[in-house]
């Protein structure tokens, strides 16, 4: 099955610096979304980006589906940007899949 | 929109023990998710539903687990005679088409601890 890597595991920042997260995918994905899990365990979508930039706020995400990675930009950090980032893709004809990447544990200190 | 809602959030057993977790999801997805997460790893896919049919399963998904969507609205997990290793966080989520083309929105999850 396909396999999505990120980098870095983890990250500390001081506040107001700006951060780049990468997430790799072993092959071809259909759709990829990035979320963010705040210290009380929920998941909250940032983006749906199958290819492309988006970007809300300080977040922006950019997807290159030909070289297979997709990068999360977080720009001036705030203390209550601290969690964890996933990204997460379906791929092939698993459509109902999201296969979860290995996650980057984020600390911003004030 | 309420979002998707799961009860109970923390959940407290003895090993051999029954759980049964229950999650709502948003009211117009007609499909329905639970995944497993263990500490310091990303969720893991469990099962899938598109209304009320049960149309993937993991084989993480053991004998001793079932989940239901009686109605394609509500669903239940059960664990049945609990496990220590049966200890994580167990998340449902929901979304209104395939997931190849849309997203997902994931409760606030379920935590089970087997003592």
């Known amino acids: 099955g396909i396999q999505v890597e990120q980098s870095p595991p983890d990250l500390i920042l001081q506040e107001g610096a700006n951060s780049t997260l990468r997430c790799n995918f072993s092959?071809?994905?259909?759709?990829l979304q990035w979320f963010h899990q705040n210290p009380w365990g929920q998941l909250i979508n940032l983006f749906y980006?199958?290819?492309g930039t988006k970007q809300n706020g300080r977040l922006s995400a950019t997807t290159v589906a030909t070289e297979r990675y997709s990068l999360l930009y977080i720009s001036s950090s705030q203390t209550t940007d601290s969690g964890v980032y996933f990204c997460?893709?379906?791929?092939?004809?698993?459509?109902?899949?999201?296969?979860f990447g290995t996650g980057t544990l984020l600390a911003v200190q004030p | 929109d309420t979002g998707v809602s799961q009860d109970p959030r923390h959940k407290i057993t003895k090993r051999g023990q029954n759980v049964t977790f229950r999650c709502d999801p948003i009211?117009?997805?007609?499909?329905l998710y639970w995944y497993r997460q263990t500490l310091g790893q990303g969720p893991e896919f469990l099962t899938y539903?598109?209304?009320?049919?049960?149309?993937?399963k993991s084989r993480l998904l053991s004998d001793r687990f079932s989940a239901e969507r009686p109605k394609g609205s509500f669903s239940t997990l059960e664990i049945q005679r609990t496990e220590q290793g049966d200890s994580a966080m167990y998340l449902c989520?929901?979304?209104?088409?395939?997931?190849?083309?849309?997203?997902?929105?994931f409760g606030e999850g379920s935590r089970l601890t087997v003592l």
């Open positions: 009211s117009e997805h007609n499909r």
């Open positions: 092959d071809s994905v259909n759709n």
């Open positions: 997460a893709a379906t791929y092939g004809g698993a459509t109902n899949k999201l296969i």
């Open positions: 539903f598109q209304n009320e049919a049960q149309l993937e």
């Open positions: 989520a929901s979304s209104r088409g395939q997931l190849n083309t849309g997203e997902l929105f």
């Open positions: 980006i199958p290819s």
